[in-house]
């Protein structure tokens, strides 16, 4: 059994207007990786290679130690998956799924089941065609956490969602995701979602990976500098350093890599350091978006 819950190398997917191109992706078994990137980023595409419901056109994929899409079938017995587009039966009600899904899946928890209904505060004797968006979100994830699956993947799962329904949906996947040997993949534009819940942050735009690593590393690493510039000095092109946006006497340097000498450098030019600020993830993303164009424009 391979010590990854998802590898995927050198994986491409061509389109008629958009191309997924050479994903190296890597989820090693109970670690919860947040991917994050902007709508038609190619999130949702990678995905569902990994899922085998659409076939890559060049590299490998395993999942669960399955090559995919041929072992998609052994491999989905123990893979848990939800998307913002995935809707049970509208005619049919809670509990006829729940009853559905019992007689399925063998490791089917009714225990945990139960629980959840109370827990999302759903009805079982309600039909789904009666049930608001929250609700219809909160009754897929009962139905794939209750399976208890090796690995869950979720593909935009708050999108649309009240702040109360949002909360209650993320709180239940950070306990499910305490247990030993869960393996997560957690696909969001909404950075908050994905940083309260990740230990590993992966950003992809226009159909490449532009950047990977932990959560931690991310958040000590990304620094912004608030620079006071007399006239006639020059700001040096310093390693560590993405972007320099200068107004007047006043300019913002973004970090990547942070380290306290950037700070002397700039002074020893004559520039002042009136500030270091830490980055949210949020903002470390959409830096790293902006650093990944302009280098593919350049």
């Known amino acids: 059994m391979s010590e990854y819950a998802i590898e995927l190398s050198g994986v491409g997917k061509t389109y008629p207007f958009f191309s997924l191109d050479n994903i190296d992706l890597k989820v090693p078994e109970g670690e919860i990786m947040g991917l994050i990137g902007p709508n038609g980023a190619g999130k949702s595409t990678t995905i569902r290679i990994l899922m085998g419901l659409v076939h890559q056109d060049r590299g490998e994929v395993r999942v669960l130690g399955h090559s995919m899409p041929q072992g998609q079938v052994a491999a989905k017995w123990d893979i848990g998956f939800a998307s913002e587009d995935m809707r049970p039966y509208e005619a049919m009600t809670l509990g006829w799924h729940m009853q559905f899904f019992r007689s399925v899946y063998a490791n089917w928890d009714e225990r945990y089941a139960q629980l959840l209904v109370k827990r999302f505060g759903l009805r079982t004797e309600q039909k789904i065609k009666g049930f608001s968006h929250g609700q219809r979100v909160k009754a897929t994830l009962l139905l794939m956490l209750a399976r208890r699956p090796k690995l869950l993947v979720l593909d935009e799962p708050t999108t649309g969602l009240d702040p109360v329904a949002r909360h209650e949906i993320l709180r239940e996947l950070t306990a499910v995701m305490t247990e030993e040997g869960r393996s997560v993949l957690f696909s969001s534009h909404n950075t908050q979602d994905v940083e309260q819940i990740s230990d590993t942050i992966t ?33 040096p092109a310093l390693p560590g350093i993405i972007g320099v946006r200068q107004d007047g006497r006043l300019a913002i340097a973004t970090a990547n890599a942070f380290q306290p000498d950037l700070a ?15 980055m949210t993830l949020e903002e470390i993303f959409v830096a790293n978006v902006e650093h990944s164009r302009e280098e593919v424009e350049a």
Request: proline share 2%; glycine share 6%; charged share 35%.
């Open 203 to 235: 950003f992809i735009d226009r159909g490449r990976i532009i950047d990977s690593m932990d959560k931690e590393t991310y958040l000590d690493r990304w620094r912004r500098l608030r620079l006071e510039v007399p006239s006639g000095v020059t700001l």
């Open 264 to 278: 002397n450098a700039y002074e020893s030019t004559g520039a002042r350091v009136h500030a270091i600020e830490t």
